[in-house]
């Protein structure tokens, strides 16, 4: 493991994974004030900085654009990744979102009780695709499948809304970060501040892959984890 580079704490991530912008971009909250979204590259250097948020919590990309959730102002917000403006109001009507996934076109939305799609454009899909949970922390998607991570649990629905198995891994310890390569999901647990592995059927890969640890959000670029930690630090893990 190392540290990669020092941001505020409460660092939330997203990343550009397996596109050409070839950057981590990451948000920093102190869950009170003002802050604003930085791009760095793999090795730490930073390469790209966007305007001033107001309480963002989350992140996600669909590898063209990026998009802010803003949990006092109940909307995501869209932005090009050298930090313009596209709409600062793309998704509206939210109640504390903290979680985004996105896949394909589709947005993926977690707040206060539910988890809503929309298009990347910001058209509704669902606003109601998946309803009565509790705040979502973590949203992955693994083909057609939708993972969200809330309480103690991961659920595991389809990205058309159709419960799988609402508690298809339990016992979890506060997963604040939910994550995945592709293949498996990756969970960190800010109660015991571990990050377990496990497979789309909620079989465990590694329950308890990295000890130790003290943060909030995670990503995974190639075989790299990164882990936004407490200390203002990134750290940076393998697989």
């Not at 109001?89 to 903290?98: F, K, R, V």
């Not at 454009?121 to 949203?139: D, E, F, H, K």
Request: charged share 5%; no cysteine.
């Amino acid at each position: 493991m190392k540290n990669i580079l020092s941001i505020l704490l409460g660092s939330l991530l997203a990343s550009m994974a397996g596109h050409a912008f070839g950057q981590l971009f990451v948000i920093s909250n102190n869950f009170s004030a003002s802050f604003g979204m930085l791009g760095y590259n793999f090795d730490g250097t930073s390469k790209s900085v966007t305007s001033t948020l107001t309480d963002p919590r989350g992140l996600a990309t669909d590898g063209t654009n990026l998009f802010v959730a803003y949990y006092g102002l109940g909307v995501v917000g869209e932005y090009t990744v050298s930090g313009g403006i596209v709409n600062p109001s793309l998704i509206s009507g939210l109640t504390g979102p903290l979680a985004m996934a996105a896949s394909g076109t589709n947005l993926f939305v977690g707040d206060a009780s539910r988890i809503g799609k929309y298009s990347t454009s910001g058209m509704i899909v669902n606003a109601n695709l998946i309803t009565n949970i509790q705040s979502v922390w973590g949203l992955a998607v693994i083909g057609t499948n939708l993972f969200a991570s809330f309480g103690s649990t991961i659920g595991k629905y389809t990205t058309d809304g159709v419960t799988v198995n609402a508690t298809l891994i339990s016992g979890l310890s506060s997963p604040w970060g939910l994550a995945t390569d592709g293949t498996n999901l990756f969970v960190y647990n800010s109660g015991n501040g571990t990050i377990g592995v496990y497979n789309p059927s909620g079989g465990a890969v590694s329950p308890v892959l990295i000890t130790g640890l003290g943060g909030h959000d995670l990503t995974i670029i190639g075989t790299n984890i990164f882990l936004g930690r407490d200390g203002a630090t990134i750290g940076q893990y393998t697989t």
